[in-house]
């Protein structure tokens, strides 16, 4: 498993030029530390920010290392959509967990947008956070029909939906409601938008006021045992080690380089974004106060959202990237675009949108990235069996940003010894790091994103 790319493409969330970009704190790498904390996403970030926002004075030193810029992996890359799973895969869950547990992760990804908002609220970070209704439209019977029909038959036997969903049955109504040209039907619920480089590139700044130190273009070659009888790990880099008790990795996608464990358990997958706008001299075309998924067929679709400056921003191209495995599966090239889903987005809005026809609406920016696909499409949240100080939070499948927060309160509890066991948090069962966990041989991760395709 490689290092991330070391020369990504530019994404519109990273034309923000933020003074961290290439930070080092200091100008060599500090040979000691309370906790390494290796990633500058929002799991890292956000991680080493709960570890120091409640230090209590115990001046914890922490040390983030970043193999890249600043936040330029998925988190730098994504929808910045903040869009809980209040049905969807309900079904699929229920079957695997029973109906209890599967509300239980619907009720956990519902509340990170609170939280999310309470965040931004408290620390006033300027990113953009809306707080939106989330449409998911479909416009195809063979993903309609089964989500539609597992939806009533789960309602009718009792399981709890919550209810802030709204479902849409009538296509009339479903066209109307979301401005979608040939809705079949519609979900509706409670979600968010953010930039997301602008959060996490805040909450780094927090952690370095606090006395973080953070150390950019520095990749974490490896993670052992320092076996003085200590318990300490000896965290490896080419501009030196850091000797540290206690390592929370937050490298995503690329976890395995340096966690052979996670070698068949995280598989990276590259996706793909776009921003679209109106360009100056263009038509106004209706300004979109939804987000929105929007389905074609069985693993098909695209998510969407629209930005206060009137652009979109809009990723999935699902019909293209699925063409052929090497496009995505296990693919961490965010150097080059996917052949065929580039021009997807030409005439995007104008296709789908009533109202958008006659905009001149046009791609500007788009970017890939690479997300961390779990062999059970859960999140991997814990301390790592067998190896005592070394922490994980990876594994998002591609649907992070209402999920992260939650999993980095309770990853810095731990490290700052506030609980001993995830139970003693909110994390949901199915994300804990387990030995039997880790040892289930089965990965239905490329089954759930392409289906029967075939691998080509
Ligand atoms: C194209 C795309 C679109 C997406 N859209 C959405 C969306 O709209 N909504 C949503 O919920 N989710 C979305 N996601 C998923 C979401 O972005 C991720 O779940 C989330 O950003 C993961 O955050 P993270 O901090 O765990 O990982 P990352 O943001 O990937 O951060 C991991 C960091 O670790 C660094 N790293 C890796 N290895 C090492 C090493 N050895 N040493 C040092 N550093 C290392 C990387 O460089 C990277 O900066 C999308 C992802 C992609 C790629």
């Given at each position: 498993?490689?290092l ?13 030029s933020?003074?961290l970009?290439k ?12 906790v ?8 890292g970030?956000a991680?080493a920010y ?15 290392l970043?193999?890249?810029d ?7 890359r994504?929808g ?8 969807f895969?309900a ?11 599967a ?6 990804e ?20 809306e707080?939106?209704?989330?449409l ?13 029909a ?6 009718a ?26 809705a079949?039907?519609a979900?509706?619920?409670t979600?968010a938008?953010?930039?997301?480089y ?17 150390q950019?273009n ?5 993670i052992s ?5 200590s318990g300490?790990?000896?965290v490896?880099?080419?501009?030196g ?17 340096l ?6 358990k995280i ?7 776009c ?5 100056e001299?263009?038509k ?13 067929g ?19 191209a ?20 996917i052949?065929?889903?580039?021009n997807?987005f030409?005439?995007y809005m104008?296709?789908?949108f009533?109202?958008?026809e006659?905009?001149g ?16 499409l ?5 301390e ?7 922490y ?5 499948t591609?649907?992070?940003m ?10 810095a509890?731990?490290?700052r010894?506030?609980?001993q066991?995830l139970?003693e948090?909110?994390i949901?069962?199915p ?14 991760a ?9 691998s080509?």
């Open positions: 498993m490689p991330p790319h070391d020369r990504p493409m530019p994404s519109y969330w990273l034309s923000f933020s003074d970009s930070h080092r704190t200091t100008e060599t790498v500090p040979q000691e530390a309370d390494v904390v290796v990633g500058s996403g929002y799991s970030a991680t709960h570890i120091l926002e409640n230090d209590d004075g115990k001046r914890t030193r922490v040390v983030i970043e193999a890249r600043v936040c330029s992996g998925a988190t730098g994504n910045g959509h903040v869009k809980p799973d209040l049905y895969n079904s699929l869950y229920e079957k695997r967990f029973g109906p209890r547990a509300e239980a992760l619907t009720e956990f519902t509340q990170q947008v609170m939280e999310v908002k309470k965040l931004v609220e408290k620390e006033q970070i300027d990113c953009d956070f707080l939106v209704r989330a998911d439209v479909f416009v195809d019977s063979r993903v309609a029909g089964p989500t539609v597992a939806y009533k038959n789960m309602k036997n009792g399981y709890h939906f919550p209810d802030d969903l709204h479902f849409v049955s009538d296509p009339k109504k479903a066209e109307q409601v979301s401005g979608v040209k040939g079949l039907a979900f509706s619920h979600a938008s953010i930039w997301p602008k959060m996490v590139t805040h909450l780094l700044h927090r952690c370095l006021g606090w006395g973080a130190n953070l950019t520095t990749p974490v070659l490896s045992d320092l076996s003085d009888g300490r790990w000896r490896k880099t080419p501009r080690e850091v000797v540290t008790k206690k390592v929370v990795v937050a490298a995503n996608a690329y976890l395995s380089a966690l052979p464990e996670f070698n068949d598989i990276p997958a590259r996706g793909i974004v921003r679209i706008a109106v360009p001299q263009g106004m075309a209706p300004h979109l106060n939804n987000s929105y998924s929007i389905r074609y069985p693993q098909e679709y695209d998510y969407l959202i629209s930005r206060t400056d009137g652009s979109i921003i809009v990723g999935g699902k019909q293209k990237v699925l063409l052929d495995d090497a496009y995505w599966h296990n693919n961490t090239d965010d150097s080059q675009l052949p065929g889903a580039a997807y030409d005439g104008q296709r789908l009533h109202g958008w006659n905009s609406a046009k791609v500007t920016h788009t970017w890939t990235g690479v997300m961390g696909y779990s062999s059970d859960m999140p991997w949240v814990g790592m069996p067998g190896k005592p100080g070394i994980v939070t990876a594994g998002f591609g649907h992070g209402p999920r992260i927060l939650g999993c980095a309160t309770a990853i509890s731990l490290v010894g506030d609980v066991y139970s948090t909110k949901p069962p994300y804990w790091i387990t030995k039997d966990r880790l040892r289930v041989k089965k990965n239905i490329r089954e759930y994103m392409a289906g029967s395709r075939p080509l």
